[in-house]
C-alpha cells in the first residue's frame, strides 16, 4: 500500500518552543535539522513518499505536525491545539492535506493535540491531557465513529501526550510507561513495559514491520526486537529538548488521496 508521509522544516524559532515538563535547555538548531533530514531520509528508506513543507519562521513548534491534525483512511481532522501559540499552524497544514483527504475542523471550546491520539486498528485511544479535553474527544468520536472507529480516552499524567507514554507496536500489542497512563483503558490488549529509566523510549514510530526507536533506550530496543519487529535506531536528541519524539515529526497517510466522502 502507498505511504505518504508529509513533514515539515525545523523552524529557526524552534528555540522559543513551547515547554510543559521539561526545562529549557539550548538547542542546536544546526543539529536539529540534521537529525530532522536524517528522520526524512528513514521515511523514505521506510518506503514513504515525503513531503517537507517548508519551515513556519514565526511558529517554533511546527515541525511537530502531528498535532494539528488526525489523519484517518476516510478524512482528515483539524484539531484545535491545547496551546492557543501552536494554532497558526494549522492553515498551511491544511492547505497541503485537503489535496489527500476531506478535511473537518474541531470547534470551540474543543481542545485537542494529534499526539493525543493512537490508532490501533479501528480504535482509537485518546489521551485526555493538558492538551486535550473532554469536549475535544466528543468532538473526534462524533467525526470518526460514522466510519467504523471507537474512541476510547485514556487518563494522561505526568507527560505532554499520550504518545510520550504509549505507542501501538501492531497485534494487539501496546508498549507504556505505566506511571504516565491507566494502563487499564488497554484492557484485552499485550502490554510491554517500558524499562525503568527509559521512559522518553516510550514513543516508538512504527511503520510496517519496523520499529524506529530513539537512541539511548537500549532496552527499549531490545523488548521491541523480541516481538520479531524490526528495529530502526535514530537520533532525535534535539527535538527531544523541544518535548518532540519520533511520531510527532510526520503525519502518515495510507493509500491514495481520498477527496470526497
Not at 60 to 89: C, H, N, Q, Y
Not at 136 to 148: D, K, M, S, T, Y
Request: with cysteine.
Amino acid at each position: 500500500m502507498a505511504l505518504t508521509a508529509i513533514t515539515r522544516e525545523v523552524s529557526p524559532s524552534i528555540q522559543a518552543c513551547e515547554l510543559t515538563h521539561l526545562g529549557r535547555q539550548t538547542i542546536d538548531l544546526a543539529l536539529a535539522r540534521k537529525q530532522h533530514a536524517a528522520y526524512c531520509d528513514c521515511l523514505r528508506e521506510l518506503g514513504a513518499r515525503v513531503i517537507t513543507l517548508p519551515a513556519e519562521a514565526a511558529l517554533p513548534d511546527a515541525v511537530f505536525v502531528e498535532d494539528p491534525a488526525v489523519v484517518l483512511d476516510e478524512i482528515a481532522i483539524m484539531t484545535r491545539m491545547g496551546a492557543e501559540s501552536r494554532r497558526g499552524e494549522s492553515d498551511s497544514l491544511a492547505r497541503e492535506l485537503e489535496k489527500h483527504r476531506p478535511l473537518r475542523w474541531m470547534k470551540e471550546p474543543a481542545t485537542l493535540d494529534g499526539g493525543d491520539v493512537m490508532r490501533a486498528g479501528r480504535v482509537l485511544f485518546v489521551g485526555l491531557s493538558a492538551r486535550s479535553n473532554a469536549t475535544g474527544i466528543q468532538q473526534l468520536a462524533a467525526e470518526c465513529e460514522p466510519f467504523g472507529y471507537r474512541v476510547q480516552p485514556v487518563a494522561v499524567q505526568g507527560c505532554l501526550h499520550l504518545k510520550s507514554a504509549a505507542s501501538y507496536l501492531g497485534d494487539d500489542t501496546v508498549l507504556i510507561h505505566r506511571p504516565w497512563v491507566d494502563a487499564a483503558a488497554f484492557s484485552g490488549m499485550r502490554i510491554v513495559d517500558v524499562p525503568s529509566g527509559e521512559e522518553q523510549g516510550a514513543n516508538v514510530l512504527l511503520i510496517g514491520n519496523t520499529a524506529v526507536v530513539a537512541t539511548g533506550f537500549p532496552e527499549t530496543a531490545d523488548r521491541i526486537a523480541s516481538l520479531g519487529r524490526e528495529v530502526k535506531l535514530l537520533e532525535n536528541s534535539e527535538l527531544r529538548k523541544a518535548e518532540g519524539a519520533l511520531t510527532c515529526c510526520s503525519l502518515l497517510l495510507a493509500g491514495a488521496p481520498q477527496r470526497r466522502v
